[in-house]
Structure formats: C-alpha cells, structure tokens
Nanobody, 116 residues
C-alpha cells in the first residue's frame, strides 16, 4: 500500500525558512519521480516542484524559483522541500505526490502559514 506522509509545516514569519519532508512507503521510491504541490484557500492545487527518479533533474513553478529547493534521499525514501525567503502568498497546504501505472498517490498535506 502506497503511503506518503508529509511533515515540517508550521507558522513562520515573512522572510523565514521551513523544510518540508515527505516519507514514502509501499513502492520503489527510487523509481518514481516525486512532486510537491500546494493549495491555498479558494485556489486550485498546483505544482510547486518536481524531482526526477535519479534526482538529477528538478523543475520549479515560477513563483518559487530561486527560493525553494527540492531534493530526495533514496536511502530514507524521503523527498524534501527547502523553502527560503517565504512570503505570505506561500501560505497553503503542501502535498507530495507520485504516480505510476496503477494510479496517482497523495499525502495528507501539511499546512504552511507565512504571517507576521
């Protein structure tokens, strides 16, 4: 059974940093590209960052380029999202996601609130 469990969210002041983690189980982690998405109140869920199976290729949504970094640790079956220079508009529930031939899998999400 595929499971994705996010952690690391919280309340942070503008300009601050957080590191989100997503620990996976139930599938061959190293064979799956991993994604971070976010959904703000009243808005659609959208992709934030993607990392390839080897970790050698990453992509970012324009609003987070230069501030967020996605990385993965295949030994720990974990994907990370380092978020720096946070802005109030980064406030959202952050989800990790993966997919394969059998379906699309989401974690339960972790709340990130950027506010003074």
């Amino acid at each position: 059974q595929v499971q994705l469990v996010e952690s690391g969210g919280g309340l942070v002041q503008p300009g601050g940093s957080l590191r989100l983690s997503c620990t996976a189980s139930g599938f061959a982690f190293s064979s799956h590209a991993m994604n971070w998405y976010r959904q703000a109140p009243g808005k659609e869920r959208g992709v934030v960052a993607t990392i390839s199976t080897t970790g050698g290729s990453t992509n970012y949504a324009d609003p987070v380029k230069g501030r967020f970094t996605i990385s993965s640790d295949n030994q720990k079956n974990t994907v990370y999202l380092q978020m720096n220079s946070l802005k109030p508009e980064d406030t959202a529930v952050y989800y990790c996601k993966t997919n394969d031939a059998d379906g699309t899998y989401w974690g339960q999400g972790t709340q990130v609130t950027v506010s003074s």
